[in-house]
């Protein structure tokens, strides 16, 4: 089964600062990867997906990752942290076959500082 | 207008209650879902639904059953309520049932069984 890991689950950044999550998946065939984003009391929103059409994805907001199968990683960034950006981050991913059944990671939670 | 919509917000009730939360979404989606989101910010799939048909129905007690009265309503019933239901509940749509498809959220109810 597959399954993701989010290194950090809280990061701090300066206001200005580059923004890099982490994100590590596990799957025995390169899965579907998403990144979403939470604010405080609100759902999740999809940031970007990860569906193999280009390696590098960009995303809402200024975010984009890279799908490094090499490394099983599915990094997030953003060149330049904005006070907005402050939220819980969610890496998730999903099995190509059958229905949509995304798997969560814990969560890395961003702080941005003035 | 709220894409996905879940009511109520907050939720406080005794052990061995029983309690729905219901949910609608107003983007013509045919798949909704259930997710429950614990303490620790783990988020994990509950049910899927797919034009009012169950299509996932992942390791949960039988005391929660999911009813789709049709495309656009997805409710949660709960018997006999435990401590341990204590979670936000999210409800989700998406456009399709395929791995690879972006699901919007509702902004979560919060549950806690006192």
């Known amino acids: 089964a597959q399954s993701v890991t989010q290194l950090g689950s809280h990061v701090s950044v300066s206001e200005g600062a580059l923004v890099l999550l982490r994100c590590n998946y596990s799957s025995s065939v390169p899965p579907y990867l998403f990144w979403y984003v939470q604010y405080p009391n609100q759902g999740l929103q999809l940031l970007l997906k990860?569906?193999?059409?280009?390696?590098l994805v960009k995303g809402i907001n200024g975010f984009e990752a890279e799908f490094k199968k090499s490394e099983t990683s599915f990094h997030l960034t953003k060149p330049s942290a904005h006070m907005s950006d402050a939220a819980e981050y969610f890496c998730a991913v999903s099995d190509k076959r059958g229905y949509q059944k995304v798997t969560f990671g814990t969560g890395t939670k961003l702080q941005v500082i003035p | 207008d709220t894409a996905v919509s879940q009511t109520p917000k907050y939720l406080v009730t005794q052990m061995g209650n029983d309690k729905s939360i219901k949910c609608e979404q107003n983007?013509?989606?045919?798949?909704m879902y259930w997710y429950k989101q614990d303490s620790k910010k783990f988020l994990k799939i509950m049910f899927s639904y797919n034009n009012k048909e169950l299509i996932i129905n992942e390791t949960v007690p039988n005391r929660f059953s999911p009813k789709s009265p049709d495309k656009a309503h997805l409710n949660l019933h709960i018997n006999s309520l435990e401590l341990g239901d204590s979670a936000v509940y999210f409800c989700?749509?998406?456009?399709?049932?395929?791995?690879?498809?972006?699901?919007?959220f509702g902004q979560g109810t919060r549950l806690t069984v006192v």
């Open positions: 990860y569906t193999s059409a280009a390696t």
């Open positions: 989700a749509s998406s456009q399709g049932s395929q791995p690879n498809t972006e699901a919007f």
């Open positions: 983007l013509g989606h045919d798949t």
